[in-house]
């Protein structure tokens, strides 16, 4: 490509006459102008552009564009003129590689910070893919600077003609030791993302495993999910078992109201439409009964010794369950027996046929 690049430029250059020392310094100056051009004219007129739109990532990934495209301008300037002047090898490849190791590292920390820019900005807009979030930030940022280092490191010793063939060969099989050694390390990091990808629950919510532990999920990090149970006990669950378990999420759905059920029995022969109405009257007064969805009563079954009632009711948060209950069925009761309604209870007759002589 340079040398397509000096035959273009011969023309101009065979001004100068056939002083290679005068072309030279010629092509640096040209790159030079050429950079301060870019720099002013045309970064100027993208930072203007960029800045009538509504985000804010164009206008950093533009502000830090210039600096490597200047320098590669202006390396690009030393290069010819390296090449018109022919020094000669070893001289000539040591130049040329000099400046390709030094545009490699330049363009490779703009990619660095471009892309944790652009993953960050993702992160924080609704309109980013829902893999990319603050929770999986880093976890990505990470993975982008490694794919961009080992590409880089790759690019750079090519520059230099050194064979990478070797190297990577010893790089799959240290890879595959590590794969082996790790293997449930691994399958905790798989879990993770895909955890995170997938999001069955988010930080704050309230989930059930399938060991009866019930708690809100308080961390969820690459390796594992923590939850607080209710008795303030923090519970460690590696994220390939939590990957691979059943987890009723009690805060998932369109929102996060739960509804509870209070169970109750009456004796027989009670007025079920009197009892029907204390039910309702107990939820509607409730302040912590969500009057959206409205609560219900159901009469459920006959039962061995009571007609058996579900008030059903929804509040506004899981976590607010066994106080609601404690709250409504301290109502019920007390209603019950204000107005004489009977909660039956379990009783036993016990008949004696004959006493011992």
């Given at each position: 490509m340079l040398g397509d690049l000096q035959t273009w430029l011969e023309p101009y250059l065979g001004v100068f006459g056939s002083n290679v020392w005068l072309q030279a310094m010629v092509a640096v100056a040209g790159s030079l102008i050429v950079a301060l051009i870019f720099n002013r004219v045309i970064c100027g007129a993208l930072k203007k552009l960029a800045a009538r739109t509504q985000f804010r990532v164009d206008d950093y990934l533009i502000d830090q564009l210039h600096r490597p495209i200047y320098?590669?301008?202006?390396?690009?300037?030393?290069?010819?003129?390296?090449?018109?002047?022919?020094?000669?090898?070893?001289?000539?490849?040591?130049?040329?590689?000099?400046?390709?190791?030094?545009?490699?590292?330049?363009?490779?920390?703009?990619?660095?910070?471009?892309?944790?820019?652009?993953?960050?900005?993702?992160?924080?807009?609704?309109?980013?893919?829902?893999?990319?979030?603050?929770?999986?930030?880093?976890?990505?940022?990470?993975?982008?600077?490694?794919?961009?280092?080992?590409?880089?490191?790759?690019?750079?010793?090519?520059?230099?003609?050194?064979?990478?063939?070797?190297?990577?060969?010893?790089?799959?099989?240290?890879?595959?030791?590590?794969?082996?050694?790790?293997?449930?390390?691994?399958?905790?990091?798989?879990?993770?993302v895909f955890i995170m990808a997938d999001a069955p629950y988010k930080i704050g919510d309230f989930v059930v495993l399938d060991t009866g532990?019930?708690?809100?999920?308080?961390?969820?990090?690459?390796?594992?999910?923590?939850?607080?149970?209710?008795?303030?006990?923090?519970?460690?669950?590696?994220?390939?078992?939590?990957?691979?378990?059943?987890?009723?999420?009690?805060?998932?759905?369109?929102?996060?109201?739960?509804?509870?059920?209070?169970?109750?029995?009456?004796?027989?022969?009670?007025?079920?439409?009197?009892?029907?109405?204390i039910l309702m009257d107990i939820a509607l007064n409730s302040d912590d009964v969500c009057d959206d969805p409205e609560p219900r009563v159901r009469f459920r079954q006959f039962g061995a010794s009571s007609l058996d009632f579900e008030l059903l009711c929804w509040i506004d948060q899981p976590v607010l369950r066994g106080r609601v209950l404690d709250n409504l069925n301290s109502k019920v009761y007390k209603r019950f027996i204000e107005e004489k309604v009977e909660i039956p209870y379990s009783k036993h007759d016990l008949y004696i046929k004959q006493m011992p002589e």
């Open positions: 320098i590669t301008l202006v390396l690009v300037g030393f290069a010819l003129a390296v090449n018109l002047l022919q020094f000669g090898k070893p001289f000539d490849g040591i130049v040329f590689s000099m400046l390709l190791t030094f545009g490699y590292i330049i363009w490779t920390t703009f990619l660095i910070r471009a892309t944790r820019a652009l993953l960050g900005a993702m992160a924080g807009s609704d309109l980013g893919p829902k893999a990319i979030n603050p929770q999986t930030l880093p976890l990505f940022q990470n993975m982008a600077l490694i794919a961009i280092v080992v590409i880089s490191v790759y690019v750079i010793f090519t520059a230099w003609n050194v064979d990478m063939t070797a190297w990577l060969a010893s790089a799959g099989i240290i890879g595959i030791a590590v794969g082996f050694a790790a293997k449930d390390t691994l399958a905790n990091l798989f879990s993770g532990e019930r708690g809100e999920i308080t961390h969820i990090g690459i390796r594992s999910t923590r939850l607080k149970t209710r008795d303030d006990v923090e519970v460690t669950v590696p994220n390939s078992v939590m990957g691979n378990t059943k987890i009723i999420n009690e805060s998932g759905g369109p929102h996060e109201k739960f509804r509870i059920r209070v169970a109750v029995g009456v004796a027989y022969g009670s007025d079920i439409d009197k009892v029907r109405e």
